[in-house]
């Protein structure tokens, strides 16, 4: 109750000035505004940041002063005291958990918006165990019913995105995320699709150690990707740099292509860098699963824009839930904006930049171009689908950005949808769903 009112009082305060100035007709300060929110929500921490975060990768859900300032926040929460630790572990594990452990660090080694991790050693490995913060569930459910408060606010200001099957979609995951028995099976499902990637290393479950509250991996060693990247700086590190975003880039889209199955969360605490430029991946809390014939659209949409094939274009986006868009010309133009624009790097046959010479601004100018029509054909409902799809694109193109990784990306692409078979896929998808028991997240 307490979080409900403080969520409710910080938000509903800044909701209140947004309406006001769209039925007042006041003059609103949209940057400091934007700026207060983002206070409010970084105090906060929790999972109604980390919506944030994610709301503010997909294009136009917000206006732009605001997810510019969102996409700045950051999940480190201040770690929670050893008295905690010591009675939610015996809460997890009973009495004699100290026992089950050779030694386990009193200080927190990470912290994150959901949970904590400390540094422990058994039966000769070195292992991560991750504890979730107390009342989470409760925090879930007062944020998620104040998103739909800020959703229903923005709606009435600005009708060119319907948030409805957003809102789905982020409560989804975010409930998801409190079920780290769950998560333990998503990280074995990753170590099973990466399996053939040596770029890539996934942490193993421990499962006689793990709870729904609790969750114990293996530690991997590694470096923070900023730090690495500052490091690499200049052209003699040119090769290197690109040699992590490459190993980036198979880390989510192996899985995507080959296995339908996505990791919605590149944020730059969710991975790390070991010495051969191999990437680590850590956290696997919000992963989506797609239909075969969704990851088809993605494909066929790619060859449609690189062949000019209308009616290829018309089954991508009907096959993504976008109903009779072929009598919908308008409609189509204006996505095709925002979908030329994250395909454009993966058309070209050059190396380049992931965003090319113009930078975020050419994406800031799709960004608005698509606001601009869909104003005025009445809105748009995004299919849920999209939220994470736009989060994985977005965050891992600012990754690149930051190694300044400069990629042949269309040679990168070809290669790994090359003889794609959506059947192939779904039985492939399946398989290894039902061998690390989320048989029910079959689409």
Request: glycine fraction near 10%.
């Amino acid at each position: 109750m307490r979080r409900f009112a403080r969520v409710g009082g910080e938000v509903g305060w800044l909701a209140a000035q947004l309406a006001g100035s769209r039925v007042l007709g006041t003059t609103l300060d949209k940057g400091r505004h934007s700026q207060q929110l983002k206070a409010a929500l970084g105090g906060l921490k929790g999972p109604l940041m980390k919506a944030a975060q994610i709301l503010a990768t997909v294009p136009e859900a917000l206006p732009r002063e605001y997810a510019e300032e969102l996409r700045q926040l950051q999940s480190n929460a201040p770690p929670m005291g050893w008295p905690f630790v010591r009675r939610r572990m015996r809460t997890e594990l009973g009495a004699g958990w100290e026992q089950r452990f050779d030694s386990f660090g009193r200080e927190a080694a990470a912290a994150a918006s959901l949970g904590q991790v400390h540094k422990a050693e058994a039966g000769g490995r070195t292992l991560a165990c991750k504890l979730q913060y107390p009342d989470m569930a409760s925090a879930v459910e007062a944020d998620v019913q104040q998103l739909r408060l800020a959703f229903s606010v923005y709606r009435q200001y600005d009708r060119a995105i319907d948030t409805s099957e957003i809102y789905a979609e982020l409560t989804a995951r975010l409930r998801e995320e409190l079920d780290y028995e769950r998560e333990a099976q998503h990280m074995a499902l990753y170590r099973l699709m990466l399996a053939g990637e040596t770029g890539v290393t996934v942490p193993e479950p421990v499962a006689e150690l793990t709870t729904r509250r609790l969750l114990t991996m293996t530690w991997l060693e590694g470096r923070p990707l900023l730090e690495v990247a500052q490091e690499l700086s200049g052209s003699q590190g040119q090769e290197r740099r690109d040699a992590i975003a490459l190993n980036m880039f198979r880390a989510w889209y192996v899985p995507f292509y080959y296995h339908g199955v996505i990791h919605g969360d590149p944020h730059l605490g969710n991975y790390s860098v070991r010495p051969d430029d191999g990437v680590n991946l850590l956290d696997f809390g919000c992963i989506r699963v797609f239909r075969p014939d969704f990851v088809e659209g993605v494909i066929d949409l790619y060859r449609a824009f690189e062949t000019d094939d209308e009616a290829l274009a018309i089954k991508a986006y009907e096959s993504w839930g976008f109903a009779g868009i072929a009598d919908k010309p308008d409609l189509m133009q204006a996505l095709n904006i925002w979908a030329r624009f994250l395909y454009k790097p993966l058309l070209e046959d050059r190396v380049q930049s992931i965003m090319g010479e113009r930078g975020s601004m050419e994406g800031a100018e799709a960004a608005g171009q698509v606001h601009k029509e869909l104003r005025r054909l009445g809105g748009v409902k995004p299919p849920r689908e999209f939220v994470l799809m736009d989060r994985a694109a977005i965050g891992l193109g600012s990754v690149f950005l930051h190694l300044k990784a400069e990629i042949n990306w269309h040679r990168v692409f070809q290669e790994l949808i090359a003889g794609f078979d959506a059947a192939a896929l779904g039985r492939r998808q399946k398989q290894a769903l039902k061998q690390v028991g989320l048989a029910e997240e079959i689409p």
